[in-house]
């Protein structure tokens, strides 16, 4: 199967035009639109629906994406093995990330790694509402949670730290509580989910709370608004300690029974699809995000 047409393949799907991704090759839009139909032929499948106004996916071109994303990935990387494949890093990298994360730490670093590596284009969607890393067709993802997805694999960035915290005026309005039962009485500003928590206590023991027995009166799915709110005193929130340890130290924001813990906190993953090899890009970005972000977490240091 060749190569080439395969890029232009995934090109085509990334930016829904066949001509644009023919011309990023190095091929005329004619070139471009035989070599798509040519391969189509071969698989006995439509890759790309195409009408006069629009290109889409199909959902056979869907399922071959990221196979042929892989084919192109161990082509590089045997060229690589035997010292002939390309030393730059190039293409195109589709990344998601909550955007509340990546407006305060991955934003700023930017400017730095494009200039490492000039000849890559970053395509970044940023969200705090839930993705699906597969049907998004995204080279990689950053995710805080617990990771489920056999399909996927994850490289560790750091630890995500959860906190009961409030504004000073929030508990001078409302008292400071002194043990889980008191947040019932509290208003509290929800984010996504209303699960239940499983919370150990100072001795140890094992409790849960509920945001819905809470005086609830927020629910919000954005990280910044969430934090927001929480400063200007609409509540008491459950938030994660890369988002708020600025606040806290300058003491716009107070941690609410810090002698309680979550049983279980969720990890900051970098993951991306299962595959053989992982491709220079992904790599590349992987490498210098861990470095920057993971090796010393700005949220625990004194």
Known sequence: MDIQSLR??????????????????????????????????????????????????????QDFLPYAREMIAQEEAALAALGKGKAEISGTLRFAAPSTFAQL???????????????????????????DLIEGSYDLALRNSVLEDSSLMARKLADDTRIFCASPKCLERDGTPHVLGDLNAHRFIAFRNLDPKDIIDPSGSQSVFDPKRTAQRLILNDGVSQKLATMEGAGISINS?????????????????PGYTFASNPVLWLIYPKSN?????????????????????????P
């Not at 035009?17 to 471009?32: D, E, F, K, Q």
């Not at 340890?245 to 029974?257: A, I, W, Y």
Request: proline residues 4%; aromatic residues 8%.
């Open 8 to 61: 232009l393949f995934v090109l085509s799907c990334e930016t829904l035009n066949i001509s644009g991704a023919g011309r990023a090759l190095g091929m005329a839009p004619a070139v471009a639109s035989n070599r798509i139909a040519k391969l189509e032929h071969t698989l006995g499948v439509e890759l790309l629906h195409r009408s006069t106004r629009k290109v889409s996916v199909s959902l056979e071109g």
């Open 105 to 131: 730490y991955i934003t700023p670093l930017l400017p730095t790694f494009m200039d490492r590596y000039p000849d890559l284009t970053l395509d970044l969607h940023l969200s705090d509402a839930q993705f």
């Open 241 to 257: 300690l890369w988002a708020v340890h600025r606040e806290l130290k300058q003491g716009e924001l107070v941690k609410v029974l």
């Open 277 to 301: 090899v992982v491709s220079g890009k992904v790599r590349v970005f992987m490498d210098f995000l861990i470095e920057h972000i993971g090796k010393s977490p700005a949220w625990l240091r």
